[in-house]
């Protein structure tokens, strides 16, 4: 019985040991989001304007400027960019984003795949791991932009997909990642990030009109690639914020189990414990019980 008890014992301070841990988790993650959230809240607004703009902007050309960022055409090359974190013990949040990659490339893009067209941009190592362990083609170069997070590093990213999308390495660009509601909340989403969408007049009268200075051309050649760059961080800080926010629900939710866990093994602990008691006992009445007869 002693050695039930000692298992017991030990699986306590084990448990209470895994339970500072995940308390500890949850409070560092709790401190970042409220840092992440804060810059996501502070940049969506601005994001969705300019993407509004933009939008309105392409719709109101009508094409006649051959702009190369908003061109169609057949989307026989794909590139996906994919925003994953870098760390684990997150709860669900980078195998879903995941499996919405795969939906999309199944759904959307199943004979570019089977032809070795589509290709994975990667943000975050989660992603880069398992999308290069699986065989897909991965661009190996963006994956720890997490690292030291700034404007500039996803700029270089955004960049790459503009520059390979405006010679035809690639038809089309998707953008895939969570969109931050709340810390137990998000959204996953996948976007058309190239060519560069058309807003969707709410009637066909209306019509977005411009008054341009300098020409048209020129601040479209300067303002599209920003706003882009603009899009792709607006949606790696939804990604960072969302990535917070299920980590410290995730070991919120652990350290419950583990509070759980632990009442289970104590009453388990204190039956054993009664069980060896009454065991000495019993031996000891047994024995004087023998010494008298």
């Given amino acids: 019985m002693s050695g039930a008890l000692k ?3 030990t699986r306590i301070k084990s448990v209470q040991s895994t339970q500072q841990i995940t308390k ?13 959230q804060d810059a996501i809240t502070q940049m969506r607004p601005y994001a969705q304007k300019l993407q509004e703009m933009l939008g ?51 759904e959307k893009y199943s ?25 897909y083609k991965v661009v190996d170069t963006f994956w720890s932009i997490f690292t030291g997070l700034n404007f500039e590093k996803v700029q270089t990213a955004a960049k790459y997909a503009m520059d390979y999308f405006a010679n035809g390495e690639y038809d089309k660009v998707e953008l895939i990642f969570s969109e931050f509601k709340n810390a137990a909340t998000q ?10 969408k058309k807003t969707v007049e709410a009637s066909s009268k209306v019509k977005a009109d411009f008054i341009f200075e300098p020409s048209k051309e020129v601040l479209i050649a300067e303002l599209m690639p920003k706003i882009l760059n603009t899009q792709l961080y607006k949606a790696v800080l939804d990604g960072n914020a969302s990535e917070h926010g299920a980590r410290m629900t995730a070991m919120d939710k652990a350290s419950d189990n583990a509070s759980d866990l632990l009442k289970s093994l104590k009453v388990s602990y204190n039956r054993a414990r009664q069980a060896a008691i009454t065991t000495e006992l019993s031996e000891i009445v047994s024995g004087a019980a023998a010494l008298a007869g």
């Fill in 7 to 9: 298992e017991v014992r």
């Fill in 111 to 135: 004979s570019q795949q089977s032809a070795g067209n589509v290709t994975i941009l990667p943000i975050g190592k989660k992603g880069f791991e398992h999308f290069t362990k699986n065989g």
């Fill in 56 to 106: 309105n902007i392409v719709s109101s050309s009508e094409g006649e400027l051959g702009m190369a960022l908003a061109a169609e055409r057949f989307a026989a090359k794909i590139l996906i960019i994919v925003v994953t974190s870098d760390r684990g013990l997150c709860g669900g949040y980078n195998s879903n984003l995941i499996k919405l990659t795969k939906a999309v490339i199944k």
């Fill in 24 to 36: 500890a988790m949850k409070m560092v993650s709790a401190a970042k989001l409220r840092r992440a």
């Fill in 187 to 196: 959204q996953y989403i996948a976007e058309q990030f190239l060519p560069v």
